[in-house]
């Protein structure tokens, strides 16, 4: 942190994200409550009752219900915005396929909560994972602050015409949207101006010119619309990458889609998503300050997934350690499978399920290669 | 101007759903969707569930659609209708709509769509009082799919789910009463209408829906041939005998008020009715002449408690 | 599938695959009928109007308020607007005529 | 390998004509396959089914394009260019029609037996492919209509398109 | 094929399950209907009206309390199958991910559709995708043969002590489920004596020990229990080799998880799932008559991934061709990553979706490197 | 023998909920859960929502349950009691389970899990007319989750998503109303009761319930005194406060025939009620005079439609 | 969470996580009582046992039908008992006594 | 860097008063974390929350099992193994209680001001703590809860448990 925080607000994750929101001030707000969501849903409704936002919160009935209202919203021509956590993303699952199939720019906060069963409100990633294939951006953030930076840009990437596509900043539950560090917030004006009026192509409500959304696609068609859509989220990464910087210029801060840390002559580096990639930081300088030569790679687009990039950054790593915050029983977990796509061999580890820790000691572990494959799980034998 | 003219006039030679769809031949639903969309002055938008009706008229890159419409899946049309609704609100506060002309949302789901899968977005957008029209084009059944049962599908009926045969007499459970589940969520306008030789009704109701003062619900009888099991071109008298035999009754709920808007001169026997179906076929043997009088009591009861309900 | 290859590519679909009515080109739905097509006697035509509201195919052309005829690329055959014509002015006649 | 297609409406026993085809050549030892393709139309719209053998087990799952023989139930259908989409100059193009049709062998199955277009027409294109037998057909027929349907009627069917389509073929 | 199969019946795959959940006759059948897998519930309805088989059919109103019914009725003491295809499966997520933590042998049949939107009736595993984390098995079927095969087995690997998963067997929707193939049946009695009674450990209606079942979980257990339930199904793998040999003991036929078709000496070997494979191997003969050194590895386990035995079947391939039938829009191929995880480098194709047809000719393409990405796609540009 | 001391002896000494459990100090749920259990003779199965019920009571690997439990989800637990309802039928039928003593199937959802995400299955269940008893606790909020408004939350009052401030005065909508609805089923029992003082009208519903020849579905009003905002020593006096205003009413539908269960002597002024809830204390600034009425106006009204309902 | 390292492995669960009724330890939940607990005046009890049907941590003990005292381990001191006793047998009395 | 941990009931204010030191050490200039911990228990039942801070940025967002002080609002909770658990061997427990207790720096924070209890153990802590000063406490508390609270009484609440940490300790 280059900047001075001493003037800086002392806010939650979900805080953050709510006064994001009252910037922003969407059109319509569709949200069905869950753990670890619900700061910002009772936040925004709190800012509502007290005339700071004007958006029309529905309070739908099921999370089914939050995202189908949220879809038809933002294709009728109105912003909208919603947030979610575990079971709620689940429940909605079906529909945010939809959403992005039919390019709807809606803007969701997803408190990660591991998935049930056993039911548990803690953090892990697998709701994020459940819905990998979607469509949908996911956006990862390390920080509050990024999760306020990044809910600032999302509508801008959302809404732009060769995206059109949700976006999703993902928030470690509780670890961000609950717990307080110094956030800095832009000037609410700078925000309007950043975010700009919402236009999409084929509004519904414009009736002088009636459209049918949502067709029956069959054989002919349908490989074409799915074709479409992946060029949509793949030329995401671009203009990602741009949004970034042009926020960047307002708030001397960068988001971007990786966060390359000390990789610069590293032989080991290790690939995470979210707010464990700070914990890993202090660890990287720890070792490297022991001579150690390691590095982190941050991935935050997880969706679109910045394969060149990745490979790039990793091409002169002697080994790449991913830890994935889900796992995939029966399968290889979700971002190790991703690297080793674009990168190459790659060793694996599961952490943190359910809200469990991960502690400097065992990234140590991870690094030295004594760490079993779940790191963190009561007496997992180290690997042969 | 006769009421069917004003449906001519509203149309402005443009009907709201075209011809060119892949429904059957003779399927009932369109009726029901023009009748209802003619009567309704002004702009109009459609959301629609999946079922016969969306896949039938929507096919990429084609569409029979002629006014704004919208379909995400099949359990969420109300909940579409909602956020269509709150964008509306949203926009004409914000003054980025025309501020004249009311705009009225229309949404369509079968009896599946409806009674079943779509039940509970339905009646979360009922309690949340958002300014919407909600018809079910009720045809009894899962008809896309091939026929199954629904919470629509009569006692007795045959479906592909609730077949009969030697250890089975059609479907075991009476239908579930959605008309009196939409009443008793305390909502404005509720109506029971038909389409066929009952378009009138249907029409006056859907005007009055639209003119309600936040959600109002309609349930249509249409006619399936195919799933019923009958002639197209009988549908008329179809619908008809489900209306004169008391099975289904038309009838509107105004503020809580009942009100019967059509009580048949004389109450046919059920049996004339089910007849005409083969869905029903089942039913006309020897093994099964108490179920078809168990329908008959049941057909009885619930119409003398409709009756009361109305005031007598 | 052969013809496939003729349709358009994903470059030139809207985005989300919406249909724009104006350009929407609706398939003819005629080649349904089975070897009847309805068939009007203008004579006992009373502009009821009764078919056009039956019709399930939007096959019945009007002129202001008038009954004007069928819209054979479209009607399907189904004889519903025979079935309610009130003075039985529709007859359905054999397609080839 | 062999591959037939099926045109006809919704409801007019396509979709049986093409399975009774696969399980009389099954039972004479062919590898077979049979299946109806699907869309958002409904009753009263043309449909396609197929019939697919060979000597050899076939694996490939693939849809028909290029049939070998192309057999059209509903007359109506018979002059669009559907029916001749894929079809190899010589291939065969059977059609239930009264009328001559040029190119195709004609067969007046809805004269012949109203009731069971599809199983004449069956019938007929057994006569042209030389293959199955009329014996396998009618043994097929009985055994998956058996229990709705006369055998006896079923084999009448078969029989007589069998005898109409080597009469016709005659003349051409 | 070298059995005789002058004797076998022409039954499509949706009516081989039929024949296959008669001989089970399942004690519980709760379901929902969809398109493709109505044959298959329908021809169950009809067994149960004609008498011949003799479970409690549940009508649901969703496929969320199909699935639902269905874990509460297994875990209560009674043998329990079901089915649904694509946007069923969709909004069953969430409950799929708590059968498999609830360890729910509940037995389903998946007739692959592709998802929405746009909305689409036909093939594709995009719906398979979706809860590929969820702890499921899930075994695809070549042909109307395997997928009664795999039914039959299904209830003996889901209720195995050690497993105790919901199994799904994943029938390609329309391809197999509605196309009619020769079909050998075995014989009643034997089917139900191979797959014995049912038998779980803590039957919810076993009222004399009263047990507590779907707690909830801290962060102090959750990750153990979900580590006990990826034990589970990597478990699972060797249990399907033993049964599929035990059932090819009485049909003459092998199931396994892998088919390795024409590996040997092969040079550039082609993976996939499902139906596709038999389209594959004739392509793989000709190519070999013409002297080309190419194979197949067709994965049946697609959960458990048997990520050992690829690797070890590709060791000695110059060349790893993985056919996905569902895009990662934004990420790389579910198949595709997962082979690369378990065997080094591959390239990548997409094909299939919503119906596609996949031919000899796109095959040849693929194998000789001229195919795009997506393959069977309206002008897609050959890799540069 | 009193019916208390029945209740003591369905027990014999192991409470089908025991302590130990997480919910708050004096919350109303276990009251309602051990009355009704109580009054059901012979064995039991609970299936259980998502909410403060199940999260507070069957932290693993503790559990506060002495009677077979079952949880799966949120929205569920209607499609968790039929599956159960169809295991338990199968497997009687095949023998495979003791003939005797017939087992209660018993459903607990809170409001959240009954009127708005749980309903769909509820409704579906009911349709069907599986054997089981569905227990609504109705602290009209989601409370698990922190207080944020359900269906079931009435008009007016102040939760987290719909607070009171500068610009809002509370919830905006009025309350669904679940029994009805749930009555509209044509079901053969329904009943709406509340825990504390009414015990002994929960108790005799209960006991009805579990007898009835199908579903059964009971709307038990409890007492939240975090949600509502009071001490918890005064929920018997709140839970009566609720009855005594006739805001909510006992009263049973028994085969569609509706019937008061209590008439309370004298009907209270709701605004009283209303006093005694920090949820409500919004209502008494001058400028929210109005809603006060309003809410007085309409339960008035719902309490004349429902005397007139029950003959009067 | 240093104690966790204490807590049982994965291989030593029950499948499913299903917890055995007769295996499970309940917490104890008399730590919530602020400074509060009930005490019953015999004398004044009249077995009514109001208070034990309103107990939310079912803390009240029987001895068949009779009242016989309070489980301290499990009772929040949340008061009801002593409210809705008819007969003021019971008083909430400072904790440590 | 620097750890605290605050045991308290739900209610209590605990989470607020580890806002409340974060605040005030942010504008100090240091790098701060506040974060509750979250379970399934309810109103009544015992909760912790943390504090963590440090002169140079803090990046790591582990839990906090071997903290440098422990704060305990609610007496009754005092005596459980809960509240020294990790707690280094010469780390601070500092507890409200008018009883002294071996090991402990008490603070008589329910006689003080039975409606602060929070922040006179803030401001005790400050004075254990060393840092940061009762101004800046003032001046968070009333940043943090001057809409709600009047400013002189919240930082007469302070200043009182600072005055009471500094003779208690001075006396131990
Ligand atoms: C979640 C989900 N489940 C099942 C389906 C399959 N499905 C599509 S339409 C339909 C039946 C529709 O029935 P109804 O609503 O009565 O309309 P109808 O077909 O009769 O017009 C079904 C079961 C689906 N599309 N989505
Ligand atoms: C699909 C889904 N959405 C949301 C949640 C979060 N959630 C759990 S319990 C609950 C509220 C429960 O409210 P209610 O049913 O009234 O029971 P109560 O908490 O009041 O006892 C919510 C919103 C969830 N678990 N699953
Ligand atoms: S199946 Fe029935 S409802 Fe569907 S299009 Fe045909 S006639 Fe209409
Ligand atoms: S026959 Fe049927 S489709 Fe044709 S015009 Fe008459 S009503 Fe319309
Ligand atoms: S129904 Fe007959 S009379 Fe009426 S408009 Fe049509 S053709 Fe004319
Ligand atoms: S929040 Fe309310 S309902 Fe939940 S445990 Fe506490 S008192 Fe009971
Ligand atoms: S104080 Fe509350 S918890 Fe304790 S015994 Fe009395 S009622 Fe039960
Ligand atoms: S409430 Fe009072 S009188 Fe009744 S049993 Fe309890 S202590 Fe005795
Ligand atoms: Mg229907
Ligand atoms: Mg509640």
């Known amino acids: 942190m280059a900047t001075d925080l001493t003037h800086a607000q002392l806010l939650t994750g979900g805080e953050a994200i709510v006064e994001a929101m009252c910037q922003i001030d969407p059109d319509v707000v569709p949200v069905y409550p869950i753990t670890p969501q619900t700061p910002i849903i009772q936040g925004y409704a709190k800012a509502i009752a007290d005339g700071r936002a004007h958006g029309e919160m529905v309070n739908v009935e099921s999370e089914h219900s939050a995202m189908s209202a949220a879809i038809a919203a933002a294709v009728a021509g109105a912003r909208t915005m919603t947030a979610t956590s575990s079971q709620g993303l689940a429940l909605m699952a079906e529909v945010v396929y939809i959403a992005a199939s039919m390019r709807a720019p809606v803007v969701m906060t997803l408190g990660n909560r591991a998935l049930s069963g056993p039911i548990n409100i803690h953090c892990d990633h697998s709701d994020s994972m459940l819905i990998r294939d979607s469509g949908a951006i996911q956006l990862f953030a390390e920080s509050a602050q990024e999760a306020y930076d990044l809910t600032v840009l999302a509508p801008r990437l959302a809404e732009h015409p060769d995206v059109l596509l949700p976006v999703i900043v993902c928030v470690d539950g509780f670890t961000l949207t609950h717990s307080a560090e110094p956030v800095e917030l832009l000037d609410g004006e700078l925000v309007r101006d950043f975010v700009g009026e919402y236009r999409i192509p084929h509004p519904l409500l414009d009736l002088a010119a009636p459209t049918t959304q949502g067709p029956f696609a069959m054989p002919d068609y349908y490989f074409e619309l799915r074709r479409q859509q992946a060029a949509a989220i793949d030329g995401a990464l671009v203009l990602f990458e741009e949004l970034g910087e042009e926020l960047g210029d307002l708030t001397g801060r960068r988001v971007g889609a990786l966060d390359r840390y000390r990789l610069e002559g590293a032989r080991r580096a290790l690939v995470c998503l979210g707010s464990t990639a700070g914990t890993a930081k202090d660890v990287v300088d720890e070792l490297r300050h022991e001579g150690e030569q390691v590095g982190l790679l941050r991935v935050c687009s997880y969706r679109p997934f910045p394969a060149a990039e990745v490979r790039e950054a990793l091409a002169s790593v002697d080994e790449v350690i991913v830890l994935d915050r889900a796992d995939s029983p029966g399968g290889a977990p979700a971002l190790a499978v991703e690297v080793a796509y674009a990168a190459g061999p790659v060793r694996s580890h599961v952490y943190g399920l359910g809200g469990r820790d991960l502690h400097p000691a065992d990234l140590r572990e991870v690094f030295a290669g004594t760490a079993g494959r779940y790191v963190g799980l009561r007496s997992e034998p180290c690997p042969a | ?312 | 599938m052969g013809g496939l290859k003729t349709l358009k590519t994903w470059p030139e679909l809207e985005p989300g695959g919406v249909v724009l009515r104006d350009e929407a080109v609706q398939p003819a739905t005629g080649g349904w009928r089975t070897g009847l097509r309805p068939d009007a006697d203008l004579e006992l035509c009373v502009d009821c109007l009764l078919c056009w509201l039956y019709c399930p195919d939007s096959a019945v052309r009007l002129d202001g308020t008038a009954f004007a005829g069928f819209d054979l690329d479209h009607c399907k055959g189904c004889e519903l607007c025979a079935e309610v014509c009130p003075t039985g002015a529709i007859e359905m006649v054999p397609d080839g005529d | 390998m062999k591959e037939i297609r099926w045109h006809a409406r919704a409801g007019q026993g396509a979709k049986t004509a093409a399975q009774l085809l696969a399980v009389a050549l099954l039972r004479e030892g062919k590898s077979v396959q049979a299946f109806p393709e699907y869309g958002p139309e409904r009753r009263g719209s043309p449909m396609r089914a197929y019939t697919r053998y060979d000597g050899r087990p076939i694996r490939r799952r693939d849809s028909i394009e290029e049939p070998d023989a192309v057999v059209v139930l509903e007359p109506s259908l018979a002059r669009g260019a559907e029916v001749t989409a894929g079809l190899a100059p010589g291939g065969l193009l059977l059609v239930n029609s009264a009328e001559p049709i040029a190119g195709a062998v004609c067969v007046p199955a809805g004269r012949i037996a109203p009731d069971a277009v599809n199983l004449v027409m069956l019938g007929a294109l057994a006569a042209c492919l030389g293959e199955p037998s009329l014996e396998g057909l009618a043994a097929a027929a009985a055994e998956v209509l058996g229990r709705k349907a006369d055998p006896a009627r079923l084999a009448a069917a078969l029989e007589a398109g069998h005898r109409a389509a080597r009469e016709e073929r005659w003349a051409a």
């Open chain 2, 1 to 312: 101007m006769s009421r069917l003219k004003t449906l001519v006039r509203e149309e402005h030679g443009t009907p709201p759903l075209r011809g060119g769809h892949s429904l059957c031949q003779g399927c009932g639903i369109p009726m029901v969707v023009r009748t209802v969309l003619d009567s309704i002055e002004g702009p109009k938008v459609v959301v629609s569930a999946t079922g016969c009706l969306e896949v039938a008229t929507t096919r990429f890159p084609t569409t029979a659609w002629n006014v704004p419409w919208l379909h995400l899946a099949f359990e969420n049309a109300a909940a579409g209708a909602s956020g269509v609704e709150a964008a509306y609100r949203a926009l004409r506060r914000r003054g980025g709509l025309p501020q004249d002309d009311e705009l009225t949302i229309v949404a369509f789901a079968g009896d599946g769509g409806t009674y079943d899968i779509g039940l509970q977005a339905l009646s979360g957008a009922l309690e949340r009082r958002h300014k919407f029209v909600f018809v079910c084009y009720d045809n009894e059944a899962y008809m896309n799919t091939g026929i199954q049962r629904s919470g629509a599908t009569p006692f007795g009926a045959a479906t592909t789910t609730s077949p009969a045969g030697a250890a089975s007499f059609g479907k075991v459970q009476q239908r579930k009463d959605l008309t009196a589940i939409a009443a008793a969520h305390g909502i404005p306008y509720v109506a029971q209408s038909a389409a066929g030789p009952h378009w009138h009704d249907l029409s006056v109701k859907a005007a009055r829906a639209a003119k309600a003062d936040g959600p109002a619900f309609l349930n249509a009888l249409a006619d399936c041939p195919l799933g019923w099991g009958h002639e197209a071109r009988l549908s008329p008298s179809i619908v008809d005998g489900a209306v004169e035999s008391c099975f289904w009754p038309l009838y509107e709920v105004v503020d809580g008020a009942w009100r019967l808007t059509y009580r048949p001169a004389e109450k046919q026997p059920v049996e004339q009715w089910l007849r005409s179906q083969k869905r029903f076929a089942h039913l006309f043997s020897p093994a099964a002449a108490e179920t078809l009088e168990e329908i008959q009591r049941r057909v009885d009861a619930d119409w003398d408690a409709l009756v009361a309900r109305c005031g007598g």
